[in-house]
Every structure is written in C-alpha cells, then in structure tokens.
C-alpha cells in the first residue's frame, strides 16, 4: 500500500518535469550565398567605394538640346554602408544656375543601386540642389564602368539624359 501513496507525487514530479523541459531549438534560416559575380549587387557596390575625382561634367540646358561641357571640379564618395556623397564647385557661366550657387554643390545620401537597369536612385538626400534642376539629385543617375573611371548619367522622366559626370577612382 506504502507504493500506492507515492504514485501520485512521483506522477506530478515527471509533469512538471516535462512542463519544465527546455523548449526545443529555432532551426537556423539558410539563406545561400551571395552573389558576388560580375554586374551582381555586390560586385557594383564593391566597383563604387571609395573616392572618386571628377574628371568631366556635361549638362542640356534648361531648354533642352545637346550635352555642352562645363568646367567644374568635384568629389564623389561612396562608402561601405551604401551612402554617396558628391561635392562639386563651379564658376563656369554654361553650368546650371544651381551648380553656380553658394560656391558648393553638395549633396549626400543612401544610393540604392538597380542593377537591372544599371542605375542608381539616391534617397535621404540632405544638400543644397534644387530637386528640379537638370543636376537633380531626385533623378535617376545610369551608371557604367570602363576601369577606373566612372560615368554617371542624370535621366529625366522622359528618359533623356540631362547631365554626365566622368570620374575617375582615387584622389
């Protein structure tokens, strides 16, 4: 009988044991790897950091028309975190208005890269460019690669390009 009266005690002991119980393991999320190839994400954001120095700069004028060159000098960073930064002076009297004013251009900012259609769209922008000059950092900029050297193409809304940038990697 003795046996009897420990049955219950030894029945709630392994209940709550096992309520107790650890509870099992999330199982890690395999995501595979990163694409590292040529034109992937990776590669584009690994081709843009560091500094560039600005080695041309061609603008439409306001009316429209064809690119004309405008003497100007400039500064493009891209860091690890993705975010962009351009710093640009010019006194040229063919160059934009907004280029022209206060001496500095300048603009920072996330560049979220499309690599579909090689272009790059600036976002949390802080700086002094007005959003609807032909320099705009609102617009769309296309992007292409010949080594060192870097062209950066403002596209407006129709498509037409509005500006050029030619920079070159280093100081």
Do not use: H
């Amino acid at each position: 009988m003795g046996r009897w009266k420990t049955l219950p005690a030894a029945l709630v002991t392994v209940v709550v044991a096992g309520a107790c119980a650890a509870p099992a393991k999330p199982r890690p999320i395999t995501v595979g790897k990163v694409e590292t190839g040529a034109g992937s994400l990776e590669a584009v954001r690994r081709q843009l950091q560091g500094t560039w120095t600005l080695v041309s700069l061609e603008t439409a004028p306001a009316g429209g028309g064809a690119l004309a060159p405008v003497t100007a000098r400039g500064t493009l960073v891209y860091d690890d975190y993705g975010n962009l930064t351009i710093e640009a002076t010019t006194t040229d009297p063919a160059a934009p208005a907004a280029a022209r004013q206060g001496g500095l251009m300048s603009f920072k900012g996330r560049a979220v890269i499309d690599t579909a259609a090689s272009e790059l769209k600036l976002m949390d922008l802080t700086g002094n460019v007005d959003p609807n000059a032909v320099l705009s950092p609102e617009r769309r900029r296309r992007y292409a690669f010949t080594g060192d050297i870097l062209t950066l193409s403002s596209v407006d809304a129709a498509g037409n390009v509005t500006a050029s940038a030619t920079w070159r990697k280093g100081p």
